[in-house]
Antibody, heavy 122, light 107 residues
Framework: QVQLVESGGGLVKPGGSLRLSCAASGFTFNDYYMSWIRQAPGKGLEWVSYISSSGSFIYYADSVKGRFTISRDNAKNSLCLQMNNLRVEDTAVYHC???????????????WGQGTLVTVSS | EIVMTQSPATLSVSPGERATLSCRASQSVGSNLAWYQQKPGQTPRLLIY???TRATGIPARFSGSGSGTEFTLTISSLQTEDFADYYCQQYNNWPQTFGPGTKVDIK
């Protein structure tokens, strides 16, 4: 079955960096667009970034553009999010998520990882 | 950015009753609208996409309707497992955006 397992979260000071990883299994990873979506504690959902199946197309939310970098390694079935210059408002659970389109970006999500908590605080 | 709003913020319903949740987009998103259910401590679950198509395994009591800027999720007869938060999400434009959610709780 499809599994998405995130790691790399933790407590970091404002201005610091973290690298999140997502290990994917149970499907042909290189066929699917992947995303990072975050949810601040007790709040709603915010799309952070997505990357096409080949890695050729990448989009970022304005709130993270220039600070976050999404990448994927199709040989290792992994998705990453490099987060630099972190701000207090980046505090959230970060979910790795799969778009159901094979080689196509439908734009919604059919599988979510449980997420990894990033806390930015001095 | 397309702003999504949902109403009401909280909906109190008795088991067996019908629940009607609304979602509005700040500009037309066509039929590019999805609905998710989220229970405490769980990840969102896809219910509806393309405004009215049920995702795999979703019971027929869940139905979606609407197009353009106005959308509705209807739960025809609420079961105890349906008490949860519900989010709409547009995917017509990047960034794909979510509504703030409607909490369906037990009356």
């Amino acid at each position: 079955q499809v599994q998405l397992v995130e790691s790399g979260g933790g407590l970091v000071k404002p201005g610091g960096s973290l690298r999140l990883s997502c290990a994917a299994s149970g499907f042909t990873f290189n066929d699917y667009y992947m995303s990072w979506i975050r949810q601040a504690p007790g709040k709603g959902l915010e799309w952070v970034s997505y990357i096409s199946s080949s890695g050729s197309f990448i989009y970022y939310a304005d709130s993270v553009k220039g600070r976050f970098t999404i990448s994927r390694d199709n040989a290792k079935n992994s998705l990453c999010l490099q987060m630099n210059n972190l701000r207090v408002e980046d505090t959230a659970v970060y979910h790795c998520a799969r778009d159901p389109g094979r080689g196509y970006n439908y734009g919604f999500i059919d599988y979510w990882g449980q997420g990894t908590l990033v806390t930015v605080s001095s | 950015e397309i702003v999504m709003t949902q109403s009401p913020a909280t909906l109190s319903v008795s088991p067996g009753e019908r629940a009607t949740l609304s979602c509005r987009a700040s500009q037309s998103v066509g039929s590019n609208l999805a609905w998710y259910q989220q229970k405490p401590g769980q990840t969102p679950r896809l219910l509806i996409y393309s405004a009215s198509t049920r995702a795999t395994g979703i019971p027929a009591r869940f139905s979606g309707s609407g197009s353009g800027t106005e959308f509705t999720l209807t739960i025809s007869s609420l079961q105890t497992e349906d008490f949860a938060d519900y989010y709409c999400q547009q995917y017509n434009n990047w960034p794909q955006t979510f509504g703030p959610g409607t909490k369906v709780d037990i009356k």
